[in-house]
């Protein structure tokens, strides 16, 4: 059977986010700009796309791996969170003591289980890498840009 795309597969699960051509931008550069409103996916972000193709092929080819792990701050954490409660997969993530408790909160009522270890994202980081070790679980990549503040 022939590989799904990424856009069938985040499309099985969610909507195409809205997109609005706004006429006071359109005034202010002197052309058409459409703005994506990803604040309109289930967890406000665009993470949620890679979330769901990551888990997509990871619960066709796992390697017999108990479930995932990964250290963010928020939305990274999210969307491992929704799709591998879509997928029946276990997550656990990894933050810093002191991450922000709205996102803690989001990312447990997705079902994953939370670790708070350290003072940094690199601790974290260092901590859930040392986890899948120990446990033989998966690390899924960080989608989006390198910085780990979001």
């Known amino acids: 059977m022939p590989e799904q795309s990424a856009a069938a597969i985040v499309y099985e699960t969610m909507a195409p986010t809205p997109q609005y051509a706004w006429p006071l931008l359109r005034l202010a550069v002197g052309t058409d700009i459409w703005v994506k409103h990803e604040n309109h996916t289930a ?28 250290a963010t701050r928020g ?3 999210q969307s491992v969170g929704f799709a591998a409660r879509q997928y029946g997969i276990a997550a656990t993530i990894v933050v810093p003591h002191g991450n922000s408790a709205e996102k803690n909160a989001a990312m447990r009522a997705l079902g994953a ?3 708070e270890h350290g003072e940094d994202f690199q601790a974290a980081r260092e901590r859930a890498m040392w986890i899948a070790q120990q446990r033989g679980l998966a690390v899924p990549a960080q989608q989006g840009r390198a910085r780990q503040g979001r």
């Open 113 to 115: 289980q939370l670790i």
């Open 43 to 70: 967890i406000g972000a665009f993470k949620l796309r890679g979330g769901l193709a990551y888990f997509h092929d990871f619960s066709q080819h796992n390697g017999g791996s108990p479930g995932v792990i990964s």
């Open 75 to 77: 939305n990274h954490g």
